[in-house]
């Protein structure tokens, strides 16, 4: 088991930049990938962005380009740099961790972009 806690969202304006954290405890050497989704208002959760245990990574065609996700291996730390910002980012943001075929959630943390 894995728990999961975010942290770093916010109200931005258009155009700005945040950076998510999600921190990791538990079976952590077990985790085969880790991933942020996220939800906006009325929606369904969507993917945003994945990495696995190799360090390959893959983007939202929605994302590519702006945001980047990342890991600190030292405390267990996974990031998503978001850049460039729009409205339509605006969305509960969660962190994922899978290990085999089972996933671990965090509560998630609400991003605000203004236009």
């Known amino acids: 088991q894995v728990q999961l806690v975010e942290s770093g969202g916010g109200l931005v304006q258009a155009g700005g930049s945040l950076r998510l954290s999600c921190a990791a405890s538990?079976?952590?050497?077990?985790?085969?990938?880790m991933g942020w989704y996220r939800q906006p208002p009325g929606a369904q959760r969507e993917f945003v962005a994945v990495?696995?245990?190799?360090?390959?990574?893959n983007y939202a065609d929605s994302v590519k380009g702006r945001f980047t996700i990342s890991r600190n291996t030292a405390n267990n730390t996974l990031y998503l740099q978001m850049n460039s910002l729009k409205p339509e980012d605006t969305a509960v943001y969660y962190c994922?961790?899978?290990?085999?075929?089972?996933?671990?959630w965090g509560q998630g943390t609400q991003v605000t972009v203004s236009s």
């Open positions: 994922k961790a899978t290990i085999n075929s089972l996933n671990s």
């Open positions: 538990g079976s952590i050497f077990s985790i085969n990938a």
């Open positions: 990495i696995t245990r190799g360090g390959f990574t």
